[in-house]
């Protein structure tokens, strides 16, 4: 454990492991969680189900899953995949939030795209393996998606400390803007790691 704190950039890049899938949870956690609030705050003319906004969003996210890896194969790059996820969330997120008297479908719809672009999870998880030493590896791999999940605790609390001054559907834009953009400064700082050799021990 002490060796992922030191030296600081080891855990810098550990740091940036878990901040680059913070906007998991927060499509998952903000934008479909609360997703029955959020369309009434947009004026959708049904009533959204949150379970039904989950279940879209993770069938979304498991094709999202497939896809990101078969392309992380085609182009040779983790990075550059996760990087297109990301801007795909970010125009998905501002979609979402400007659906003003969407059909139900078409909520339903942002949802499962919301799904499909955070579903760079098992590429996300890869790029966190592959960025250290078979000694650290496996720890670095559980930790950092519980990290990640973890993060949702933040964001909710910070979407619901910015409700009242600004209402829902605007916290949910600036939750989204700080949480992208901190995903987005993270992946810049890490690496490459497709074809990386694998066969090290951190020192």
Same mark, same amino acid.
């Given at each position: 454990i002490r060796m992922l704190f030191y030296p600081w950039s080891r855990f810098a890049k550990y740091m940036q492991c878990i901040l680059i899938g913070l906007p998991v949870w927060y499509a998952v956690g903000i934008l479909m969680t609360f997703s029955p609030e959020l369309a009434k705050d947009l004026g959708v003319p049904v009533a959204i189900s949150? @379970?039904? &906004?989950?279940?879209? *969003?993770?069938? @979304? =996210?498991?094709?999202g899953d497939v896809a990101s890896g078969l392309l992380s194969q085609y182009f040779k790059s983790r990075r550059y995949v996760v990087l297109g996820f990301l801007l795909l969330t970010a125009f998905l997120s501002v979609a979402y939030n400007f659906a003003e008297g969407a059909s139900e479908t078409v909520? %339903? &719809?942002?949802? /499962? *795209?919301? $799904?499909?672009? !955070?579903? %760079?999870? &098992?590429?996300? !998880? /890869?790029?966190?393996a592959e960025q250290f030493g078979t000694n650290l590896r496996s720890t670095v791999t559980t930790s950092v998606p519980n990290f990640v999940r973890g993060g949702v605790v933040p964001i909710t609390l910070g979407f619901?400390? =910015?409700?009242?001054?600004? $209402?829902?559907?605007?916290?949910?834009?600036? !939750? @989204?803007?700080? !949480? +992208?953009? +901190?995903?987005?400064?993270?992946?810049?700082?890490?690496?490459? /790691?497709? @074809?990386?050799?694998l066969d090290y021990i951190e020192q």
């Open positions: 949150a @379970g039904s &906004a989950i279940m879209w *969003g993770y069938i @979304g =996210l498991a094709l909520f %339903y &719809a942002l949802c /499962t *795209g919301l $799904g499909f672009g !955070v579903g %760079y999870w &098992a590429v996300f !998880v /890869t790029i966190a619901q400390a =910015l409700t009242p001054s600004f $209402g829902l559907r605007d916290s949910a834009l600036i !939750v @989204g803007a700080i !949480v +992208i953009f +901190i995903a987005l400064s993270a992946l810049h700082f890490l690496p490459e /790691t497709y @074809g990386k050799d």
